[in-house]
């Protein structure tokens, strides 16, 4: 069966095979074109093919650290400091010499000399001296000063030393006596108004450097004065003080001590012994000082007193408004040397007595109204028991008076205070300075020779560093005096009694001119006016000073 099927199937096969071939077309065609392919779009399988895994392998993995360290043979390279490039010192010279003369002066003779930088000393004298011609209209008004003075400094890690050795000749006349009414008497001879000062001194501090604040840091001075006339009375002073101070944490804790000693051949000696504990607070924006003065006054008036001694400061504006206010109040010594120094036509034969200042309250404002511009504002009353006044008072049959003695009151005082800085880098600077004065005595009539009002200013000019002008302006109100307007006598003209009344003092006005040219570094000229307005006024009573004058001089440095 299976072989008849199969037989059949080839001869049909064949059958078609024949017929195939008997259909060919006998024409033959040919075409002649340029080839033009076709692209045909491929179909874009859009959705992606997703495996479905149903066998999850979750397999714990235990990692180890095998804590070994790699020898690495790497040296970092040493790197050099950056250098910053500092301002340039300035030239130093060892030097300094100014001579000068004028027609008041003659002459006027400065040296100053000192060794140059070093970190371990400092090393220096000063000499100074000149002389001042006699006032036209007075006699014997001729004066003369000559200075002298060696210091130096001794530098240490923590520590400081420093001294200073001087001495000082006033040589001045009593020139300011008068005639009182209704009395005639010949000039004093010359051997009764001459007066010389001789003032021998030394000053020694040691002090603590220590950059740490919060370590114990000291200071220590020493300081010894004898003063001598003319007619050879002399006065020994003696003052030694020391200053504790501590940090801890926002506190200041501070300690000082005073011991000084006077003793005068024509008064009673005295000393004062005192002692400062304090402690201050020190905050971002503000500081509060308290704490207590104690002090023991042996002499002509002994005894204890304590006085409050407090201050705060705070800082409402950074740098620029600061209110402050405090109380103080301490015993003041008043000696010969002190004394002359401030008012040199002193009797020898004065009374010497401290004076107790109880309180001083004060309080005030200070602050910048730029970067050019600062100011400070202030007022204070204070109470002072035996403070002093300068009087003309004769003694026994003396008619004339030519010297001042002392006398002492309870005063208080109300003042006012204004000062104002302007400052244009190097050059040009102003000061000006505002002072008001209100007294209140207990016994005198006034304040004697106290202005109520002072007022000064000062001005500087700086050319390129090559010429310099410098304008000072002072103002003193009118001051009191003490006068005698009445003596009773006896037919030997022995003074049997006085009457005292008040003189009134002219307000002082003054204005000075400089002017300095630097021609090198070295040299310089320059020319100075004083007293402008050439008024001869009196500073203290029947005393007048030069009017207007002007020297002129050279400056050499080194």
């Not at 392919?37 to 095998?66: G, M, R």
């Not at 200041?252 to 000693?261: N, P």
């Not at 103080?328 to 010594?333: A, D, T």
């Not at 004065?350 to 004060?362: A, D, R, V």
Request: one cysteine or more; glycine letters at 6%; charged letters at 25%.
């Amino acid at each position: 069966m299976n072989k008849q099927g199969i037989l059949i199937a080839v001869f049909l096969m064949c059958g078609l095979i024949v017929q195939a071939q008997n259909n060919l077309p006998s024409d033959t065609f040919r075409v002649v074109k340029a080839y033009q392919p076709t692209l045909v779009d491929a179909d874009k399988i859009t959705s992606e093919p997703e495996i479905v895994d149903t066998f999850k392998l979750e397999a714990d993995l235990d990692y180890q650290f095998f804590g070994k360290q790699m020898p690495v043979s790497f040296e970092p390279e040493l790197i050099s400091a950056a250098r910053i490039k500092g301002e340039p010192l300035v030239k130093l010279y060892n030097g300094y010499a100014r001579a000068a003369v004028g027609n008041t002066m003659m002459p006027l003779a400065e040296v100053y000399y000192a060794n140059k930088r070093s970190d371990k000393y400092a090393l220096g004298a000063h000499v100074k001296y000149m002389n001042q011609r006699e006032l036209s209209e007075y006699k014997s008004s001729e004066m003369s000063r000559t200075h002298f003075e060696v210091f130096g400094k001794r530098f240490w890690k923590t520590n400081t030393f420093e001294g200073n050795i001087n001495y000082d000749m006033d040589a001045m006349n009593y020139y300011g006596y008068y005639q009182m009414p209704r009395l005639v008497q010949d000039e004093l001879p010359s051997d009764e108004i001459e007066q010389q000062y001789n003032r021998l001194g030394a000053h020694f501090k040691l002090k603590s450097t220590k950059q740490d604040s919060f370590n114990l840091r000291h200071e220590v001075n020493a300081a010894y004065q004898m003063t001598t006339n003319k007619a050879g009375n002399q006065e020994n002073y003696f003052k030694a003080s020391g200053k504790l101070s501590q940090f801890k944490n926002a506190e200041l804790y501070q300690l000082d001590l005073m011991v000084d000693y006077n003793k005068y051949d024509l008064s009673e000696e005295s000393a004062i012994l005192a002692m400062q504990p304090q402690i201050s607070t020190i905050g971002e924006r503000f500081r509060v000082n308290a704490g207590l003065g104690i002090f023991m006054n042996s002499g002509p008036t002994d005894g204890f007193h304590f006085y409050p001694l407090a201050e705060v400061k705070y800082n409402v504006i950074e740098n620029i408004l600061v209110p402050y206010a405090g109380i103080k109040g301490e015993i003041r010594r008043n000696n010969y040397n002190t004394i002359t120094r401030e008012n040199p036509f002193v009797a020898p034969e004065i009374e010497l007595e401290n004076s107790n200042q109880k309180h001083n309250i004060y309080l005030g404002v200070r602050g910048t109204l730029s970067k050019k511009i600062s100011f400070n504002t202030s007022a204070s009353k204070i109470s002072t028991e035996n403070e002093y006044f300068y009087v003309k008072r004769p003694t026994e049959n003396l008619i004339q008076s030519k010297a001042f003695y002392l006398t002492y009151d309870k005063v208080d005082e109300l003042s006012f205070k204004g000062e104002l800085v302007y400052r244009l880098d190097d050059k040009i600077k102003v000061y000006a300075l505002g002072e008001y004065f209100n007294y209140e005595t207990r016994n005198e009539e006034e304040a004697w020779h106290r202005p109520e009002l002072k007022v000064s200013a000062s001005g500087e000019y700086n050319l390129k560093d090559k010429l310099i002008a410098r304008l000072d302006l002072f103002y003193w109100g009118e001051q009191y005096a003490q006068r005698v307007t009445e003596i009773t006598t006896n037919q030997n003209l022995d003074i049997l009694d006085r009457k005292y009344g008040v003189e009134t003092l002219a307000p002082i006005f003054d204005v000075n001119l400089g002017f300095e040219y630097r021609y090198t570094k070295k040299l310089s000229a320059f020319i100075q006016f004083n007293n402008i307005g050439g008024i001869n006024y009196e500073k203290y009573q029947d005393y007048p000073l030069q009017g207007f004058n002007v020297f002129g001089g050279l400056t050499y440095g080194f």
